[in-house]
C-alpha cells in the first residue's frame, strides 16, 4: 500500500479515533472519581445503570405503552414499508395508510437504521439509544456546571423520577432535549452554527422544547435595552427555528393530518388557547401534582429551594418561570397523565437540586437517596417481562413477523398497544365494535385479513371471512 493510501485511510479514521480515545479517557477519569474518591457513588452509579438495562431489555409496556409502541411502529416502518422521512407511518391504519401528522421523526428514523441489522420484534434499540442520549447529556451538564462535583449531578439528574423513566422507554423525549441543551451550550458558547442545528433538531423532534430557546431571547432583549443593539446572529438562529417549526408542524403535518386521516399524537389549536389554559387555576393544581411526582418530590424540595437561595442566578429562575408560563399555556391539564411534556425543566432542575446537596457536602446523603429512590421505582416501574404472556402466546407470531400477512382487526378498548403487542397493522376495535358486523365487513374492504378477539385475556386468531360467519350466526 503506497504512503498516500495510507495517509488518505488515516485520515478517514482519525475522527473515529479522537472520539474513542476521548470516550477513554473520560470513561477512566469517571471511574478513578467514583471508585476512589466517593465509592459509595460508584456502587449506586453501578446499580443505576443495571436498573436502566432491566428496562431497556423488557418489553414495552407500563406507563405510556401506547405512547412507546406508537413511537416504535413509525421506526419498524421505515423499514418494513418506505423509508421516506416525511411520510411516518404508525400501526394503526385508520384510513388504511397509517401516515399521520406528528413530530418530526427523526428519532424514529435514527432507530429504524437499528432495525436494518436486528429483527424488528426487538424493542431494546429505541430504549438503548434512550439510555446513550440520557448519559450524552449528564455528560454535558456535568461539564457544564463545572463548580459542582460530578457525583452531585449525576445523582440529583437521576432522582428526578421523570429521567429514571424517559432514559429506558421507546420514546423521543431524552433525544430530543439532549439536543435541545446542546443547542443552548452552543449559544452560550458564541457557536452559532451548532447551536442553530441543534436547536432545530430538538424542537422539531419535541416542540414543547422550544422554553430552552428562551436564552436566545434573553440575550437578544438584554442586547437590545443594555446595549442599544440589535443583535442579528440571535435574532436570525431565533427566526430560523420558529420557521423550521412552522414548516412542520403548522404546514407539513397538518397537509398530513388532513390529507390521511390520522391525528395520532397531534394537538392544535389557536393562540387564544394559551391564554384560557393560563387563566384556568386548575391548570396550575396540575403542574404542581405533575412537578412533584414526576421530578422533584416532597423530600427533595427544601434542598431545590436552597441550591435557588445560595446559588441565585437570575437569569435561571426567569427562565425557570418562563417555562412554567409557557408549559401550562400551551398544554394545560393536558400534561396529566403526558408528565414528559415538561422535560424541558430538567437540566434547571438538576442544576438547583445539586447545588442545595453541595451546599451542606451531602454527596453520601444524596447517593443513598437516589438508592433508595431505585429499590422505590423497581417496585413501582418494574420491567412486566410477561405482559405479553398474559394476552397472547406470540412466540410462534414472533417466528413469522418478517412476513407480512396482511392488515388486521385487534381487540382493545383505546390502546394501539395490541397491535404492536402482536406485530400487526391494521385497526383496534373494542368488544363490541369487533363483533359488530357492518364493521367487520367495511374493515375487510379496506384490506383487512384477519381478526385478533380475545379470549379468556389471550388472543385467538381468525381469518377475516371466518369471523364474519362466526358473528352472523
Given amino acids: 500500500m503506497s504512503e498516500t493510501s495510507s495517509n488518505t485511510i488515516s485520515s478517514i479514521f482519525f475522527p473515529f479515533k479522537t472520539i474513542w480515545l476521548q470516550i477513554k479517557s473520560e470513561a477512566k477519569s469517571g471511574y478513578?472519581?467514583?471508585?476512589?474518591?466517593?465509592?459509595?457513588?460508584?456502587?449506586?452509579?453501578?446499580?443505576?445503570?443495571?436498573?436502566?438495562?432491566?428496562?431497556?431489555?423488557?418489553?414495552?409496556?407500563?406507563?405510556?405503552?401506547?405512547?412507546?409502541?406508537?413511537?416504535?411502529?413509525?421506526a419498524h416502518n421505515f423499514v418494513l414499508e418506505s423509508a421516506n422521512l416525511f411520510y411516518p407511518r404508525i400501526d394503526w391504519r385508520m384510513e388504511f395508510s397509517g401516515i399521520t401528522g406528528m413530530e418530526f421523526p427523526i428519532y424514529q428514523y435514527f432507530t429504524s437504521l437499528f432495525f436494518y441489522l436486528v429483527p424488528t420484534y426487538f424493542d431494546w434499540p429505541g430504549k438503548i439509544i434512550s439510555l446513550l442520549f440520557s448519559l450524552m447529556l449528564l455528560r454535558d451538564m456535568i461539564l457544564a456546571y463545572k463548580s459542582i462535583p460530578p457525583v452531585y449531578i449525576f445523582s440529583c439528574y437521576f432522582l428526578i423520577t421523570e429521567v429514571l423513566l424517559l432514559s429506558s422507554r421507546?420514546?423521543?423525549?431524552?433525544?430530543?432535549?439532549?439536543?435541545?441543551?446542546?443547542?443552548?451550550?452552543?449559544?452560550?458558547?458564541?457557536?452559532?452554527?451548532?447551536?442553530?442545528?441543534?436547536?432545530?433538531?430538538?424542537?422539531?423532534?419535541?416542540?414543547?422544547?422550544?422554553?430552552?430557546?428562551?436564552?436566545?431571547?434573553?440575550?437578544f432583549i438584554e442586547n437590545l435595552f443594555k446595549k442599544h443593539k440589535v443583535d442579528f446572529k440571535t435574532l436570525g438562529i431565533g427566526i430560523t427555528i420558529l420557521f423550521v417549526l412552522y414548516l412542520w408542524y403548522l404546514n407539513w403535518s397538518e397537509y398530513l393530518r388532513l390529507n390521511f386521516g390520522i391525528s395520532d399524537r397531534f394537538y392544535g389549536g389557536d393562540y387564544m388557547n394559551f391564554f384560557y389554559n393560563?387563566?384556568?387555576p386548575k391548570n396550575y393544581l396540575t403542574f404542581v401534582e405533575v412537578f412533584q411526582n414526576s421530578y422533584v418530590n416532597l423530600i427533595l424540595i427544601p434542598f431545590f429551594f436552597i441550591g435557588i437561595y445560595n446559588y441565585f442566578d437570575l437569569k435561571k429562575i426567569i427562565i425557570f418561570m418562563l417555562t412554567i408560563v409557557g408549559v401550562i399555556g400551551g398544554t394545560g391539564s393536558?400534561?396529566?397523565?403526558?408528565?414528559?411534556?415538561?422535560?424541558?425543566?430538567?437540566?434547571?432542575?438538576?442544576?438547583?437540586?445539586?447545588?442545595?446537596?453541595?451546599?451542606?457536602?451531602?454527596?453520601?446523603?444524596?447517593?443513598?437517596?437516589?438508592?433508595?429512590?431505585?429499590?422505590?421505582?423497581?417496585?413501582?416501574?418494574?420491567?412486566?417481562?410477561?405482559?405479553?404472556?398474559?394476552?397472547?402466546?406470540?412466540?410462534t407470531e414472533l417466528n413469522r413477523l418478517e412476513k407480512n400477512e396482511g392488515l388486521a382487526v385487534v381487540e382493545s378498548g383505546s390502546s394501539p398497544h395490541h397491535l404492536h403487542i402482536l406485530r400487526v397493522r391494521g385497526w383496534i376495535a373494542n368488544s363490541t365494535k369487533i363483533r359488530e358486523l357492518s364493521y367487520v365487513?367495511?374493515?375487510?374492504?379496506?384490506?383487512?385479513?384477519?381478526?385478533?378477539?380475545l379470549k379468556n385475556n389471550h388472543f385467538q386468531k381468525y381469518p377475516i371471512h371466518e369471523w364474519i360467519k362466526f358473528i352472523n350466526k
Fill in 32 to 74: 478513578f472519581y467514583l471508585r476512589f474518591e466517593v465509592p459509595i457513588a460508584g456502587l449506586v452509579f453501578m446499580l443505576l445503570i443495571i436498573w436502566e438495562l432491566g428496562l431497556v431489555f423488557s418489553p414495552i409496556a407500563g406507563g405510556h405503552a401506547w405512547r412507546q409502541s406508537s413511537t416504535a411502529s413509525v
Fill in 170 to 219: 421507546f420514546m423521543p423525549e431524552i433525544f430530543a432535549l439532549f439536543f435541545a441543551y446542546k443547542g443552548w451550550r452552543s449559544f452560550e458558547s458564541k457557536n452559532y452554527l451548532a447551536s442553530l442545528i441543534f436547536y432545530s433538531l430538538g424542537v422539531l423532534c419535541r416542540p414543547y422544547l422550544v422554553f430552552l430557546c428562551l436564552p436566545l431571547l434573553w440575550e
Fill in 278 to 280: 393560563l387563566m384556568d
Fill in 334 to 395: 393536558h400534561m396529566s397523565p403526558h408528565s414528559y411534556y415538561v422535560v424541558a425543566f430538567i437540566p434547571i432542575l438538576t442544576y438547583f437540586l445539586a447545588s442545595g446537596f453541595y451546599h451542606f457536602s451531602l454527596y453520601k446523603t444524596v447517593s443513598i437517596l437516589l438508592l433508595i429512590s431505585l429499590v422505590i421505582n423497581w417496585y413501582h416501574f418494574r420491567p412486566q417481562f410477561d405482559v405479553y404472556e398474559k394476552l397472547s402466546d406470540i412466540r
Fill in 441 to 453: 365487513e367495511e374493515l375487510e374492504n379496506k384490506g383487512a385479513k384477519y381478526v385478533y378477539p
